[in-house]
Structures are given as structure tokens and as C-alpha cells.
């Protein structure tokens, strides 16, 4: 892909399509004939931290000459008995109806007065059809404008189509235009130089959470802040204990026993003082810190917790929302240093998965859902604490804001690139390991609960296929 255009969130509808369906569905509709094509998606849907957000589960290609004609009125039409048999599965499966068809173009697109004309024909009949969302979706290989008819009447534009891929993509009608600040005096001159008005504007509208706020979070906190993210999310239900203070970035003597949200938004504060904050003195699993992860832009996991990181990764899958975890091991046996390593793992939705890679235990997952007496009571031989040290945080902490860095401002050479990060300091070396996807999961599975948002579904919380369920 050439895209590299960087349009800020707008406010209103969007679309998301995950990276293997968007390069799918790119190769689909310009295949180079310069020619029409035609494709139904069907979505599920949520709502956004800018509006309703319709989340792309299943493509359906129209084939040539067959479900994709030439039509009586336009130039092309998905042919009568292609939309027929879309629009009940959306009806049968509850799902929203996208029909999209490519125009010709680079950076701007528009439905032409036939498109439009045929939309107010036909969408009225196609939402008491399926009563789900029904959305017109027109596309250039870097812009896309979309016409969306609720279930209520009323009808809206589609302000974005939202690629999460290594670039996290953003198409719009035509581009964005930033607006002049005074250059001389805003704080950002220097990351201007390198993002542009745009991209420092596009930092500035997301919405981004930090889940675990120990030594990697609180890094990962002042990071984010510093870039100019508008609005954080703040998760930990833990206090600063004493023997934090070495790796906790900021903290002090009069910071033990108190909350770390307490600190991180300190933090924050002190790095970006018009910043946005949400502080959650919570666990990860609880249904309000779930709702706020739902309205995010990105994730950060910096927990260790199974809950955490099956609560998060579900996130990912369900909502399309992208993330990134950052993790340090020590390994220590018998007083003897093992390999040390840092990662910096990409959560992509459909592409990177927790539970497909065996990084989440059904067991500690069983565990770390009781009651705290509970797991403490299920850990028969006490744990000893995990060795921890400022740098090696540092390390992980840095390799995951800068992807996110890059994936906003559109800086990476690749856009599929989904590959995760394993620094290994001692031996100075450094790995790309790309993630495994299991046919049947769950949880990225397009049969399962992937991209089905809001949608329901019966008891979410079963995790089918990984040998444990839990309320």
C-alpha cells in the first residue's frame, strides 16, 4: 500500500476494516483494470468515542458480469439477488449492510447523483428489511465516502473508514487540512518537524488508556502524555508500595499507600497540562473500565495479570480497537541471570492474538478472576517477586509508544507489517516474531465474536476453545 495520508478523527460515523479484509477488499476493487467492482461487508457496531462505529466482520466480493452488472440506471449495480441474499444474512445474523463500489481517483471521492438517487430508492426498503444500519460505501484507493441509513429514518454521512493495520489509516472524502498555529510559540514545534500540523493534531483528538501503571505504565503514561495525546484512560487498582519507588517514574516518599492512578495522572499533568484524564482505580475486568476501553482510539498494556490481558485482548477482537503490550523477564534460577528480554507486542485486530500465541493461561486466568482472598488462597507456594529495573521498562516502554507514534503519524515503511518485538540486552540482539492465528478462536475468529461489538451474543465471557468460563 502507498497511503500516507495522516487525517485526524473527525467526530460522527465510522467504519472500521480490519487490515486483512481491507487489503482484501483493496486487491478486489483495484485490480488495475481501471475498471468497477462491487462488495457487500457486513459489520457490527458500537458506539465510539466520536459516534457510532460500524466494525467490519465479513467481506463479500461481487464477482464480474455476475452479482456486480452493468446497471439500468448507473454505469454498475450489485445485481438484485446479490443484495437479496446479503441483506437477510445481515437481517439473519444482525449485522449492518455495507454495499461498496469503487470510483476513479486518488486522494477525493463523492457518490455521483445516480449513486445517490439509487440509495434513496432502495435503503428505506433494505433497513425494514434487515432493521440494522444500512451504509453505501464508495472508495479510492486513499479516499471513502459513505452514505448511512439508520433504523429510525434518519440518514448521515460516514466521516471515516479507520484502517487498523501498522499505519493506522484514516480515509476520508477529500483530505484533512490542519489548521496555522503559531509555530514560534507552540510547545510541539519540534515533533511538528517530524508529524506535521496534522499528525500533531491527530495525537491531540485520540483518546488512548494505559492499563497497568508499574514501572513499564507509568513510562508508558509520561510518554503518551508527551506527545500530546488529548485525552488518556488511566487502569490500576494498585497503591505505590515502597519498593516501587525506584521504577516509577516521578514518584516519591509521599506517594506510598496512595493510588498509582493518583501518580500517573500526576504525571500527566505535569507533562501536559490541558490533557484529558480518566483515572480508573480499578481491575481491568470490571463492566465501567471495560465501557471506557470500548470509547478508546489505542490501548497500552503494561499489566501482568491474565485478566488483564484476556480482558484487553478481547477488546481488540470484539471492537477492532488496536493496542500494543509492553513487557520485561528477568529470568532468575538459583541466583544465576537467564536471557533477559524486552517486547513490544502488537495487538492488531484479526491479526495478533493473545490467546491464539499461548500468552494467556486458562488456569491463571480462572485464578486471577476470584475474589483477592480467593487468588491469594490459590497460590499455594508464595510467589517471589519479579526482578525489575528502570532501563530494561525503559526499553520496552520506548519500542511501544514509538510504533504507536509511527502507526498515528503514518511513518512506517510497511502498512501489514504485524510483527512483534523481542529485544534480548545482554546478547544486544534483536527479533521479529510474527504472531499465530488460530483457525476457530474465539475471540479473532470471523465465525466467532470478532468485530461483532455491541452485538448480542449470549454469554460473552466463555472462552470457548481455551478450556475455561467464568462469570
Same mark, same amino acid.
Given at each position: ?237 494498585? =497503591?505505590?508500595?515502597?519498593?516501587? /519507588? +525506584?521504577?516509577?517514574?516521578? @514518584?516519591? *516518599?509521599?506517594? $506510598?499507600? &496512595? ?124 510467589? =517471589?517477586?519479579?526482578?525489575?529495573? /528502570? +532501563?530494561?521498562?525503559?526499553? @520496552?516502554? *520506548?519500542?511501544? $509508544?514509538? &510504533? ?68
Amino acid at each position: 500500500m502507498a497511503h500516507r495520508a495522516v487525517n485526524p478523527p473527525t467526530v460522527g460515523a465510522s467504519l472500521t476494516i480490519p487490515a486483512r479484509l481491507w487489503q482484501q477488499l483493496n486487491a478486489h476493487l483495484f485490480p488495475g483494470d481501471h475498471a468497477g467492482h462491487g462488495a457487500v461487508l457486513l459489520a457490527g457496531w458500537t458506539d465510539g468515542p466520536r459516534g457510532l462505529r460500524l466494525l467490519t466482520r465479513d467481506l463479500i466480493p461481487a464477482r464480474d458480469h455476475i452479482d456486480y452488472e452493468p446497471g439500468t440506471t448507473g454505469h454498475h449495480a450489485l445485481s438484485a439477488t446479490f443484495v437479496r441474499d446479503n441483506i437477510l444474512r445481515a437481517r439473519d445474523e444482525r449485522l449492518a449492510y455495507i454495499a461498496v463500489h469503487n470510483h476513479g481517483g486518488t486522494t477525493r471521492v463523492s457518490f455521483s447523483p445516480t449513486d445517490l438517487a439509487s440509495h434513496e430508492r432502495g435503503y428505506p426498503t433494505l433497513t425494514q428489511i434487515s432493521n440494522t444500519p444500512v451504509c453505501a460505501l464508495v472508495l479510492t484507493p486513499q479516499a471513502a465516502a459513505g452514505d448511512l441509513w439508520h433504523t429510525d429514518g434518519t440518514r448521515t454521512d460516514l466521516t471515516e473508514v479507520v484502517i487498523p493495520a501498522n499505519n493506522l489509516l484514516r480515509l476520508r472524502p477529500r483530505p484533512a487540512t490542519a489548521s496555522a498555529p503559531d509555530a514560534t510559540h507552540d510547545p510541539y514545534e519540534r515533533q511538528i518537524r517530524v508529524f506535521g500540523d496534522l499528525g500533531q493534531q491527530t495525537f491531540q483528538a485520540m483518546k488512548v488508556a494505559v492499563i497497568g501503571l508499574g514501572g513499564i505504565g507509568s513510562l508508558l503514561t509520561e510518554y503518551v502524555a508527551r506527545l500530546g495525546v488529548g485525552h488518556l484512560v488511566l487502569v490500576d487498582d494498585d =497503591t505505590v508500595d515502597e519498593t516501587n /519507588l +525506584p521504577r516509577l517514574t516521578g @514518584a516519591t *516518599a509521599a506517594d $506510598v499507600g &496512595h493510588p498509582k492512578t493518583t501518580l500517573a495522572s500526576r504525571l500527566a499533568r505535569q507533562a501536559q497540562p490541558a490533557i484529558t484524564l480518566t483515572a480508573l482505580t480499578e481491575r481491568a475486568e470490571q463492566p465501567h473500565v471495560q465501557s471506557e476501553l470500548r470509547q478508546c482510539d489505542w490501548l497500552f498494556l503494561a499489566a501482568d495479570g491474565a485478566a488483564a490481558r484476556h480482558f484487553t485482548n478481547a477488546t481488540v477482537q470484539q471492537y477492532l480497537i488496536p493496542a500494543t503490550q509492553a513487557g520485561v523477564k528477568i529470568p532468575i534460577h538459583d541466583g544465576t541471570i537467564g536471557q533477559i528480554h524486552t517486547v513490544s507486542r502488537l495487538l492488531i485486530p484479526g491479526a495478533n492474538c493473545m490467546w491464539c500465541d499461548g500468552l494467556i493461561n486458562p488456569t491463571d486466568l480462572a485464578i486471577d478472576m476470584q475474589a483477592p482472598t480467593d487468588r491469594a488462597a490459590a497460590h499455594y507456594v508464595p510467589g =517471589t517477586p519479579a526482578a525489575s529495573v /528502570l +532501563p530494561l521498562n525503559a526499553l @520496552a516502554a *520506548a519500542e511501544a $509508544v514509538s &510504533h504507536f507514534m509511527h502507526a498515528v503519524s503514518c511513518l512506517h515503511d510497511d502498512d501489514l507489517d504485524h510483527a512483534n518485538i523481542l529485544h534480548r540486552p545482554r546478547t544486544r540482539t534483536r527479533d521479529l516474531i510474527n504472531s499465530r492465528i488460530s483457525p476457530g478462536c474465539r475471540w479473532c475468529s470471523a465465525q466467532q465474536l470478532f468485530a461483532l461489538g455491541d452485538r448480542p451474543t449470549g454469554d460473552m465471557t466463555k472462552t470457548e476453545g481455551h478450556s475455561v468460563s467464568y462469570d
